[in-house]
């Protein structure tokens, strides 16, 4: 169990921190309410903290609730001064468990004041999570997920939700079903169909839902997923419909959409306005031909600054086809991603395997878009793993002058840069902001360079990453007629 593995993960002591990953609506929380509660009683602890970090950290609010749970008095005004005090008090506790619940992404330990490693050994940390790419960030050593039911337990479960009775034979296989497909979701708050043609009459009694997969459907209309008001995580693998119902928009718990392979009939199969009404959106997937032409007036369909508008996205695949970004729009920050643009999306840019519709990397492929538009991924050169760009119009890549910018490129394991007879430099700006320490492979084919530069790009001295150090490399340039339009 799920709880067991805690517990021994906090009496090793070669082990400081420890993540629980699992969905939203799983029950996290309360797991660690009762570690809380059995770590007491066992006196495994001289003291137990525990406080929410949420989406967004206040870091005052977190130093207030540690220091409470200690008996700290903060004299201090300053976030740092107040730190400082927190950190002595945990390092004069022999042994001490933080339990850090709600974390969304990195959060810097030292700002709050909680030591780790070398600094108190006797201090473990315990977090929860929804996303375990936050684990490997906060260096967990070791990383648990969130128990699964036994069939059994999942058919007893779903069936008092459900309120289904044992002699009703057509919805036992039904039910079997459901428990088969996502017994490693531990809340049954799930419905999972496949195969089936669906009536909007079809999910009225279904409001308690949580979950709700749907692969290889074909529906004739579905707008009663709107009354699925406690809706987290929707997926519509491979579905058949005229369009998403506007009605989905009214989703508000919605963490999770996934509309991969996803069919639609008529032209405007995302209607307006809609993502951006679903506020709460962590992970979006969209790749199939007919959802791709978010640019195109005539179809009045979903526009890409809607993004802009998803603060909680840190997830997303997307393939689309258009010859510009829209003026402003800079994707969002975001830790994984696959993002295709006027580029068949599912081969490996290097390796040329299929790519996992769901991503577990950070993905970019640019193919023939507007000179105006690099800017729009200037967030995503801060942490991109594989770059392709591929016969744009641009002179650089990024612009960084003016202001303060994270370092570029410094995760970028692959780069290919092709057809681009624009190309000047990689970045407009200072040249310290710029790092390929991670680069291992660089493809340059048919690009222009300023001469003004005697045809010099900086890239690693060694591809397999074994050495900092930079070293120059002479980039070949192809004399075309384009070259002539590009000053």
């Not at 008095?73 to 506790?93: F, G």
């Not at 519509?236 to 508000?252: I, S, V």
Request: with cysteine; net charge neutral; hydrophobic share 35%.
């Amino acid at each position: 169990m799920t709880f067991q593995r805690i517990m021994e993960a906090l009496c090793d002591n070669n082990r400081y921190s420890i993540g629980v990953c699992g969905v939203g609506g799983a029950g996290k929380t309360t797991l660690v309410k009762e570690v809380h509660k059995k770590a007491k009683e066992s006196n495994l602890f001289k003291d137990i903290v525990m406080t929410t970090v949420s989406f967004t950290p206040d870091i005052r609010r977190i130093q207030g609730e540690i220091a409470d749970q200690l008996k700290l008095k903060l004299d201090e005004e300053s976030s740092s001064a107040k730190a400082n005090q927190i950190c002595l008090r945990i390092k004069s506790v022999e042994k001490i468990l933080l339990i850090l619940d709600d974390v969304w992404k990195d959060v810097e330990l030292e700002v709050i004041g909680i030591p780790f490693h070398d600094d108190h050994k006797g201090c473990k940390i315990l977090l929860t999570t929804r996303n375990d790419h936050v684990c490997n960030l906060m260096d967990c050593g070791r990383k648990i997920p969130w128990n699964f039911l036994s069939d059994k337990e999942s058919l007893a479960l779903i069936k008092k939700i459900s309120c289904i009775i044992d002699d009703y034979p057509p919805l036992n296989d039904v039910v079997m079903k459901v428990v088969k497909e996502c017994k490693e979701l531990n809340v049954l708050k799930v419905l999972s169909l496949r195969l089936k043609v669906l009536s909007p009459e079809s999910f009225d009694s279904f409001t308690n839902l949580r979950s709700l997969y749907l692969s290889h459907c074909i529906f004739t209309n579905i707008y009663s997923l709107g009354k699925l008001k406690r809706l987290e995580i929707l997926s519509l693998y491979h579905c058949r419909m005229d369009a998403l119902p506007n009605e989905l928009g009214e989703l508000q718990n919605l963490r999770l959409l996934d509309l991969m392979r996803c069919e639609c009939d008529q032209q405007k199969p995302i209607p307006p306005g809609l993502l951006q009404r679903l506020s709460l959106l962590e992970q979006l997937y969209i790749v199939k031909d007919n959802f791709k032409d978010w640019d195109d007036a005539n179809r009045c369909n979903v526009n890409l600054s809607e993004l802009s508008s998803l603060s909680r996205l840190i997830v997303l695949s997307l393939h689309l086809s258009m010859k510009r970004i829209p003026e402003g729009f800079v994707f969002p920050d975001l830790q994984r991603y696959g993002i295709s643009i006027n580029s068949f999306y599912g081969y490996h840019i290097f390796t040329g395997r299929q790519i996992p519709e769901y991503p577990n990397s950070r993905i970019l492929r640019i193919i023939k878009l507007d000179a105006s538009s690099p800017n729009a991924f200037k967030l995503l050169f801060s942490n991109v793993e594989y770059l392709l760009i591929d016969s744009c119009g641009m002179e650089y890549l990024i612009d960084i002058t003016g202001g303060n910018h994270a370092v570029m490129f410094s995760n970028l394991v692959k780069l290919s840069l092709q057809n681009l007879s624009c190309l000047r430099t990689i970045c407009q700006g200072p040249d310290h902001q710029l790092t390929f320490s991670n680069l291992t492979v660089l493809e340059l084919n048919y690009c222009s360079v300023d001469a003004t530069s005697n045809g010099d790009l900086t890239i690693p001295e060694s591809f397999d990453g074994s050495s900092r150090k930079p070293k120059k490399m002479n980039a070949a340039k192809k004399n075309t007629e384009e070259d002539k339009d590009c000053s």
